[in-house]
């Protein structure tokens, strides 16, 4: 069945790099971008960026430009997202998100979502 | 940047009641709305998308309505299993999204 499968949960300490993958499968993976979401402990959902599977074209949230990079792999159907020089405030659920290519089709939201993945950054 | 506000922040209801939840955008967005449910420890599932159109598989006591700038989810029977805490989200943007800070339905 078409479903999102995320890595599992990391622990890094502050300055370190983490990298998420997202493994798509039952559905054509190219026809579909690919979208990040977080949510730290006790607060709302935090949109953080965009990727077109199709094209490798990546949209990031201002905030978090210059550390961030989304990536995907078409040979194997997996998706990524990296976040660097990482701080106490980067400790969230990471999810990833189908949404559609382009402006139109995205009008039909986010759905299907990767389980989440627990990051935690601590000394 | 698009911001979307979402009145009220908590809701408290009995099962069986109605709920209204009001999501209003900083500036028109047509009908590029979605709307999520999202449980404890779980990720969030699409509900509404477009702003009225129910995402297969939704049980029809959802809906949505609204266009431009202000936007509402209703719940016409509160259900057990609809305690949760409810986003909007802006798609109108594209590709940059936001989500509303959320609402809060828990039972009374």
């Known amino acids: 069945q078409v479903q999102l499968v995320q890595s599992g949960a990391e622990v890094k300490k502050p300055g370190a790099s983490v990298k998420v993958s997202c493994k798509a499968t039952g559905y054509t993976f190219t026809n579909y971008g690919i979208t990040w979401v977080r949510q730290a402990p006790g607060q709302g959902l935090e949109w953080m960026g965009w990727i077109s599977v199709y094209n490798g074209n990546t949209n990031y949230v201002e905030k978090l430009q210059g550390r961030v990079t989304m990536t995907t792999d078409t040979s194997t159907t997996t998706a990524y997202m990296e976040l660097r020089s990482l701080r106490s405030d980067d400790a969230a659920v990471y999810y990833c998100?189908?949404?559609?290519?382009?402006?139109?089709?995205?009008?039909?939201?986010?759905?299907?979502w990767g389980q989440g993945t627990t990051v935690t950054v601590s000394s | 940047d698009i911001q979307l506000t979402q009145s009220p922040t908590f809701l408290s209801a009995s099962v069986g009641d109605r709920a209204t939840i009001t999501c209003r955008a900083s500036?028109?967005?047509?009908?590029?709305l979605a709307w999520y449910q999202q449980k404890p420890g779980k990720a969030p599932k699409l509900l509404i998308y477009?702003?009225?159109t129910l995402q297969s598989g939704v049980p029809s006591r959802f809906s949505g309505s609204g266009s431009g700038t202000e936007f509402t989810l209703t719940i016409s029977s509160l259900q057990p299993e609809d305690f949760a805490t409810y986003y909007c989200?802006?798609?109108?943007?594209?590709?940059?999204?936001?989500f509303g800070p959320g609402t809060k339905v828990d039972i009374k």
């Open positions: 998100a189908r949404v559609g290519l382009h402006y139109d089709t995205s009008a039909n939201g986010f759905d299907i």
């Open positions: 500036q028109g967005i047509s009908n590029f």
């Open positions: 989200q802006q798609l109108n943007s594209y590709p940059r999204f936001t």
């Open positions: 477009a702003a009225s």
